[in-house]
């Protein structure tokens, strides 16, 4: 049987995508990572892992995976993140009334903040 184990980001520069991440979910590294590789880990320990991976490959307008992160109040979050760094994509493909709001990391990777009260 296989599990996934880790979600593999790849990023400009590690270590600010490091902070961005550790701030945006509360996560820390699992063990000290360096300018090419990091594994995040919740700080309580369980959940998935996120990896940030140094990569030169350009930052997909309409990526084929992307992160889905929930949330109970979807505005906070959404201020919170772009007060982290975080922007605001200009998504044209949005769906009538959509759930979720697409941003974009500060290495441009596109992630949605879903409305979990909407579900």
Known sequence: ??????????????????????????????????DTWV??????????????MLSETPVQERPRIHL???????NA????LLDLGASRVDWDLYPEDPDFIVLADPDGNRFCVVDVARS
């Open 68 to 74: 889905d992160l929930y949330a109970d109040d979807q």
């Open 1 to 34: 049987m296989l599990t996934i184990g880790t979600t593999v980001l790849g990023v400009e520069d590690v270590p600010r995508a490091t902070a961005f991440w550790c701030d945006a979910l509360g996560y820390v590294p699992r063990e000290e990572g360096d």
């Open 77 to 80: 979050e959404v201020a919170r």
């Open 39 to 52: 594994v995040l880990v919740p700080h309580g320990g369980n959940g998935a892992r996120l990896a940030l």
